[in-house]
């Protein structure tokens, strides 16, 4: 019996150290952002991009290419304009 409960454990783990990672897509939402930069000074793969809008406005994005989801951002911002949207894989 003892020998069942190990097994049934290291399937457990082996199972758990391959299951899928749920993968997330960081917004900023333009509407509440202030445009302070502080996630851009804090973001350690420089993921997320400045871009000056055709009036004269600052807009700042995150690079799903770049970002690690580490969750810097959304700790830094604050006034909570930035959040992490969970990605849902497609249907076949």
């Known amino acids: 019996m003892k020998l069942v409960k190990i ?4 399937a457990l783990l082996v199972f758990s150290a391959f299951a899928a990672k749920k993968v997330y897509n960081h917004v900023i939402d ?3 952002c ?5 996630c851009v000074k804090e973001c350690p793969e420089n993921a997320i991009k400045v871009t000056k809008l055709a009036d004269g406005k ?3 994005e995150i690079d799903p290419a770049l970002c690690t989801q580490c969750g810097i951002c959304i700790d830094k911002c604050k006034l909570e304009a930035i959040d992490a949207q969970e990605v849902k894989p497609k249907k076949k």
Request: with cysteine.
């Open 7 to 10: 097994l049934g454990i290291s």
């Open 34 to 38: 202030n445009q302070c930069g502080d």
């Open 30 to 32: 333009q509407a509440i």
């Open 58 to 60: 600052v807009r700042h």
